[in-house]
C-alpha cells in the first residue's frame, strides 16, 4: 500500500467503492453510482444525529489496530436493503430482515477490500469477526462520506479508515510503549524464538478443503434453489481441483479414491506469489 496516509486512505475508500458497486450490482440487477469524498457529513445530509446510526465495525486480520467502520442512518440502510430484497422477490421484508440484507452487502464488500489489500500488502489478510459498534471518539481514523446512487435516490454512508490499515509500515502506539526491553535481552528472547518457532508451528492444526469450482449467482436465484437443483462451477471435468489450506489455494491435483473415500493426489504446488492472487 502506499506509504502515504493520505494516498492510502484514498485508495481504500476507491476500492471499497467499487466493491459495493459490484456487490449492490450482483444483488439488485442494477449498478449504483458510488461515490466518495473525504469528510463526515453533516447530520442534516445523514438525516440522523450519532445515536441513530447503524454502524459496523470490521476488523482485518493484518493487525488489531486495523480497523474499518461503517455507518448509515435508518432512511439509507432501509432502503438499500429493500431494493436487494425486492429484486430476489421476497414480499415478507421485516425488519430484521432488511437489516440482516444490508450488513451481508457490507460485509462482502469489506471481504473483498481485504483480498485487495492482502495483494497490496503481499501478506494474507482476511475480515475478522466484525460487530455493530462505531468508532471510538479517540479513534485515529481517516473518514470518508460515500453516496450511493441508484438513479435520483441517493444513500449516503459514512466510512472510516483506521490510521493503521491505511499505514500499515506505522508502528502501533502499544508496540512503540513496548521497546524498552534491554539490548541484551531482546537479542537473547530472539534467538530463542528463532530456535523453537518451527518446533511450535508443527503442532499447529489448519483446515484443509478442497475445492471443485466456484459459481456467482444472483440472490434472486440462490433464493429459488430447492432439492435436486443443479449449480453449474467454473470447472471442467478434466481440469485439476484446488487444495485450500486456511483459506489460501496451496496445490492443485487431481480426485482418487483411497480405501472407498476420496482423496487428492497433488500434482501441483502453486508460488507464493499465485497463492496472493487465489485467497478465497
Request: proline share 8%.
Amino acid at each position: 500500500m502506499p506509504e502515504n496516509p493520505r494516498e492510502a486512505s484514498t485508495w481504500l475508500a476507491e476500492e471499497l467503492a467499487r466493491q459495493l458497486t459490484r456487490v449492490l450490482e450482483s444483488m439488485t440487477g442494477e449498478a449504483p453510482d458510488v461515490t466518495y469524498a473525504p469528510g463526515e457529513p453533516s447530520a442534516e445530509g445523514i438525516e440522523a444525529g450519532p445515536e441513530q446510526m447503524l454502524w459496523w465495525e470490521q476488523p482485518f486480520s493484518l493487525d488489531p489496530h486495523a480497523l474499518v467502520w461503517v455507518g448509515a442512518a435508518a432512511p439509507s440502510w432501509e432502503e438499500i436493503g429493500r431494493r436487494v430484497l425486492q429484486s430476489a422477490g421476497v414480499e415478507d421484508q421485516g425488519q430484521e430482515s432488511i437489516r440482516g440484507t444490508y450488513l451481508e452487502i457490507v460485509n462482502q464488500a469489506l471481504s473483498a477490500l481485504a483480498s485487495t489489500v492482502s495483494n497490496r500488502v503481499r501478506k494474507e489478510v482476511s475480515c475478522l469477526e466484525g460487530r455493530q459498534a462505531p468508532p471510538a471518539p479517540s479513534a485515529d481514523a481517516a473518514t470518508y462520506s460515500f453516496e450511493i446512487h441508484f438513479g435520483e435516490p441517493v444513500f449516503p454512508v459514512v466510512v472510516a479508515f483506521s490510521a493503521f490499515l491505511a499505514n500499515p509500515s506505522a508502528t502501533p502506539p502499544q508496540t512503540a510503549q513496548k521497546q524498552v526491553a534491554a539490548p541484551a535481552a531482546a537479542a537473547a528472547l530472539a534467538e530463542a524464538q528463532a530456535t523453537n518457532s518451527i518446533d511450535l508451528l508443527l503442532d499447529v492444526e489448519l483446515p484443509v478443503s478442497v475445492s471443485f469450482g466456484r459459481a456467482q449467482l444472483p440472490l434472486k436465484d440462490i433464493i429459488k434453489l430447492t432439492t435436486g437443483s443443479i449449480v453449474e462451477l467454473n470447472r471442467a471435468l478434466t481440469e485439476p481441483v484446488e487444495v485450500i489450506v486456511n483459506n489460501c489455494v496451496i496445490a492443485r491435483g487431481e480426485v482418487v479414491v483411497v480405501q472407498g473415500n476420496y482423496g487428492i493426489r497433488i500434482k501441483q504446488v502453486i508460488s507464493r506469489r499465485e497463492r496472493l492472487r487465489t485467497l478465497y
